[in-house]
């Protein structure tokens, strides 16, 4: 004779009952009062660009990006021949965080310092093929994802005034 055993249901996964509890004192604690915070400019700026970052890095995940090494990518291949320290300074990265920058993605095989022939104390910047491949393929993904994402939010007049706003405030603050 067989005894069965009433059915015990399962429990939920652990990460799951984490965010279930997670969700349920979002709920029972009222949100923080941002006071003037939510006024300040300045704030809602850095608010709005660590969104903009998460998402970029959500984006890119599969090559392994950050936002600044997709830039210093997309400047070194716009700009042949240029040395790192233009790089450096067009993107406003201090001297030895662009160095380390360059250590990495040079390990990864995107990019290679040449020595200038007209400065020997001068390294110019350019891809290598692997780093072109790279770049081309974080440009559709940005294209599509990213800032596909970014231009349905806005509308493209809205997109078109910030960008606007945003040198303005870059080039005369």
Known sequence: MTVSRPAVPARPPRLARKERIKQQAAAETPALQMGELSELLGYSLKRAQLRIFEDFLRC????????????????????PGRNQTEIASTLGILRPNFVA????LESRDLCARIRSTSDRRSHILVLTDKGRAVLARAKKLVAAKHEARLNELLGSANRAALLAMLAKIANEF
């Open 101 to 104: 920058m360059l250590d990495s």
């Open 60 to 79: 890119v995940a599969p090559l392994q990006l950050t936002p600044a090494q997709f830039s210093v990518l997309l400047l070194v291949d716009r700009n």
